[in-house]
């Protein structure tokens, strides 16, 4: 099996920073794609951003300058630097991932959830 685990969410300020972590461990060969998707009350889920083990990117149209997505393939961590933070980034922040596990099945997981509140 496959844990995901997310850590860094809290509130902050309007303006301010915010550093998400999502570390990966268990049965895993590689992880093709590590993603950040968000939940805010009475909204649908959405992509945050996205980037696969080759270092390719894809960005929220909203969040591109603001958000900074990472990954370090060698621990199977992701980050996500948030800045500039508005209000309307209040949401519940999960890790998503697409899994090649030991077994070399493709499987998707997904984490709790951080919940980030931004506040004054």
């Known amino acids: 099996q496959v844990q995901v685990v997310e850590s860094g969410g809290g509130l902050v300020r309007p303006g301010g920073s915010l550093r998400l972590s999502c570390a990966a461990s268990g049965s895993i060969f590689s992880i093709n794609v590590m993603g950040w998707y968000r939940h805010a009350p009475g909204k649908q889920r959405e992509l945050v951003a996205t980037?696969?083990?080759?270092?390719?990117?894809n960005y929220a149209d909203s969040l591109k300058g603001r958000f900074t997505i990472s990954r370090d393939n060698a621990k199977n961590t992701m980050s996500l630097q948030m800045n500039s933070l508005k209000p309307e980034d209040t949401a519940v922040y999960y890790c998503?991932?697409?899994?090649?596990?030991?077994?070399?099945?493709?499987?998707?997981?997904w984490g709790k959830g951080t919940l980030v509140t931004v506040s004054s």
């Open positions: 980037m696969t083990s080759g270092g390719t990117t």
């Open positions: 998503h991932l697409e899994v090649i596990t030991l077994l070399q099945s493709p499987m998707e997981f």
